[in-house]
């Protein structure tokens, strides 16, 4: 006898690891409390899913044998997927129609703003899922609405937005210093809000007790519904079975060796690097991380992808077997959650950073692009979870600074309140989406929502 659903969401996710991630996650979530799920993803991704309880369905961006490598242009890329990504997505909800599960509603990347369109045009909802903090997205919609005005001298002079922290020039986002740096990237971003007005309902992956205020002095212009930290439930409230991953992966992880090699450090000792996937460090910067993971004298894992392996310096690897392991991709939930693990050097991409909230992991943040910058200063100044290396006038974080930032977070004078933070964040993360907390109950409205007779 067929399952009986409450609803029907197609979730539609930009297909990077950082953007699948918090979507699926999304999706299932949907799943645990009756609703059908069903997974859109480019032809390219979808070798990559693999799930239960939730469908995994094929779209078109145009390039199905490379996806975004075999496009090599941004701008080539998102006109293609919007062209091939609207007609197939319209082929699916239509698969759909005369089933027992029509599909009731898009949950659509905010990155895709088309998705609306079509969920508008087959007279269903539509609701736009945000994947970077409440505050990155206060200060985009302001620029796409023309409200906000840069300092002449935004170098020197903090940018003041209301609901907001006082931002300096290093704590804004590089669209905004550099804007002529990725002009593809920045149309992208203010694209999220020019059809948002359309939406039902907009999700970000945030919750209240991190960026309530944040949100709300922003939500005449931006409504959202927070409904985050988008982290597989084991590592939270654990009402999901069997949920310790994401369920996508582009890269083969080595969680087997690494837990392996883990098992055999102390408590609190081991320190876990990784830059995720889209960075690529200059040969300088790596060559200084790798110095100054040796000089700290502490155990270390650091995540570098095949292609960074020629950047290491010549002899590191040998030089530091004892102590220290490379690896070129593992599952960074599982390795954060090992009682090994004592601190996180990471770029501060909004995932990795919900990710070591969530399981209460001192951070140190070395930021080196988009929205990675503002987060870098939340870590630090606003939760009091880490620190954030300071760059040289060349951009680049020192072996200096980074041996500063190690001693301090393992055991320096702030380590203590740091931790005391880091533990904090991780059980109010964990309240949020258990049973009857803040995203738990906005997660609750959107189902009931769903239940009802879909609009014409």
Same mark, same amino acid.
């Given at each position: 006898?067929?399952?009986?659903?409450?609803?029907h969401?197609?979730?539609?996710?930009?297909?990077s690891?950082?953007?699948?991630?918090?979507?699926?996650?999304?999706?299932?979530?949907?799943?645990?409390?009756?609703?059908?799920?069903? @997974?859109?993803?480019?032809?390219?991704?979808?070798?990559?899913?693999?799930v239960?309880?939730?469908?995994? $369905?094929?779209?078109?961006?145009?390039?199905?044998?490379?996806?975004?490598?075999?496009?090599?242009?941004?701008?080539?890329?998102?006109?293609?997927?919007?062209?091939?990504?609207?007609?197939?997505?319209? %082929?699916?909800?239509?698969?759909?129609?005369?089933?027992?599960?029509?599909?009731?509603?898009?949950?659509?990347?905010?990155?895709?703003?088309?998705a609306?369109d079509?969920?508008?045009?087959?007279?269903?909802?539509?609701?736009?899922?945000?994947? *970077?903090?409440?505050?990155?997205?206060? /200060?985009?919609?302001? /620029?796409?609405?023309?409200?906000l005005? @840069?300092?002449?001298? @935004?170098?020197?002079t903090?940018?003041?937005?209301?609901?907001?922290?006082?931002?300096?020039?290093?704590?804004?986002?590089s669209?905004?210093?550099?804007? !002529?740096?990725?002009?593809?990237?920045?149309?992208?971003?203010?694209?999220?809000?020019s059809?948002?007005d359309?939406?039902?309902w907009?999700?970000? *992956?945030?919750?209240? $007790?991190?960026e309530? %205020?944040?949100a709300r002095?922003?939500?005449?212009?931006?409504?959202?519904?927070?409904?985050?930290?988008?982290?597989?439930?084991?590592?939270?409230?654990?009402?999901i079975?069997d949920?310790?991953?994401?369920?996508?992966?582009?890269? !083969?992880?080595?969680?087997?060796?690494?837990?392996?090699?883990l $098992?055999?450090?102390?408590?609190?000792?081991?320190?876990?690097?990784?830059?995720?996937?889209?960075?690529?460090?200059?040969?300088?910067?790596?060559e200084?991380?790798?110095?100054g993971?040796?000089?700290?004298?502490?155990?270390?894992?650091?995540?570098?992808?095949e292609?960074?392996?020629?950047?290491?310096?010549?002899?590191f690897?040998?030089?530091?077997?004892?102590?220290g392991? /490379?690896?070129?991709?593992? *599952?960074?939930? $599982?390795?954060?959650?090992?009682?090994?693990?004592?601190?996180?050097?990471?770029?501060?991409?909004?995932?990795?950073? @919900?990710e070591?909230?969530?399981?209460?992991?001192?951070?140190?943040?070395?930021?080196?692009?988009?929205?990675q910058l503002?987060?870098?200063?939340?870590? %630090?100044? /606003?939760?009091?979870?880490?620190?954030r290396?300071?760059?040289?006038d060349?951009?680049?974080v020192?072996?200096?600074?980074?041996?500063?930032?190690?001693k !301090?977070?393992?055991?320096?004078?702030?380590?203590? %309140?740091?931790?005391?933070?880091?533990?904090?964040?991780?059980?109010?993360?964990?309240?949020?989406v258990?049973?009857?907390?803040?995203?738990?109950?906005?997660?609750?409205?959107?189902v009931?929502?769903?239940?009802?007779? *879909?609009?014409?």
């Amino acid at each position: 006898m067929e399952k009986e659903y409450r609803g029907h969401v197609v979730v539609l996710p930009y297909p990077s690891q950082g953007h699948i991630n918090p979507l699926l996650q999304f999706a299932k979530r949907l799943a645990s409390k009756g609703v059908k799920a069903t @997974l859109a993803t480019t032809r390219y991704t979808l070798k990559s899913i693999c799930v239960t309880n939730i469908g995994v $369905e094929p779209i078109s961006d145009g390039f199905d044998e490379g996806g975004f490598a075999q496009a090599r242009n941004e701008d080539i890329y998102l006109k293609s997927f919007k062209a091939n990504g609207s007609r197939t997505l319209s %082929e699916l909800i239509q698969k759909f129609q005369d089933s027992a599960s029509p599909v009731s509603c898009v949950v659509y990347d905010s990155f895709l703003p088309w998705a609306l369109d079509v969920a508008k045009q087959h007279g269903i909802y539509g609701a736009s899922f945000f994947t *970077n903090s409440a505050t990155v997205s206060h /200060i985009f919609c302001l /620029i796409h609405h023309g409200k906000l005005s @840069l300092p002449v001298n @935004l170098a020197s002079t903090p940018l003041l937005i209301p609901g907001l922290p006082p931002l300096n020039f290093p704590d804004l986002p590089s669209f905004l210093k550099l804007p !002529e740096s990725y002009p593809a990237y920045l149309a992208m971003k203010l694209s999220q809000f020019s059809n948002l007005d359309m939406a039902d309902w907009i999700f970000g *992956n945030t919750f209240e $007790e991190l960026e309530a %205020e944040e949100a709300r002095s922003i939500s005449k212009l931006w409504p959202a519904k927070l409904i985050g930290p988008m982290v597989p439930a084991a590592y939270l409230d654990g009402r999901i079975e069997d949920d310790k991953c994401y369920g996508a992966s582009l890269w !083969e992880p080595f969680s087997e060796d690494c837990i392996k090699w883990l $098992e055999t450090k102390p408590a609190k000792s081991v320190v876990y690097v990784s830059f995720g996937s889209m960075v690529a460090l200059t040969l300088e910067q790596m060559e200084e991380v790798a110095w100054g993971l040796k000089e700290s004298g502490l155990h270390f894992m650091w995540v570098v992808k095949e292609s960074e392996h020629d950047k290491l310096p010549d002899g590191f690897m040998d030089s530091t077997k004892e102590k220290g392991l /490379i690896v070129t991709w593992c *599952n960074q939930l $599982e390795m954060l959650a090992n009682q090994a693990i004592g601190c996180f050097v990471t770029h501060c991409g909004w995932n990795s950073t @919900l990710e070591g909230l969530s399981l209460g992991i001192p951070m140190i943040g070395v930021p080196k692009w988009a929205d990675q910058l503002t987060d870098a200063k939340f870590v %630090e100044e /606003i939760w009091g979870v880490g620190l954030r290396a300071k760059e040289d006038d060349k951009g680049v974080v020192t072996k200096e600074e980074l041996l500063m930032c190690l001693k !301090e977070v393992m055991d320096g004078e702030r380590s203590q %309140e740091i931790k005391k933070n880091a533990s904090k964040w991780k059980e109010l993360a964990k309240q949020a989406v258990s049973e009857g907390g803040s995203s738990d109950k906005r997660i609750n409205e959107f189902v009931q929502h769903l239940i009802r007779p *879909n609009k014409k």
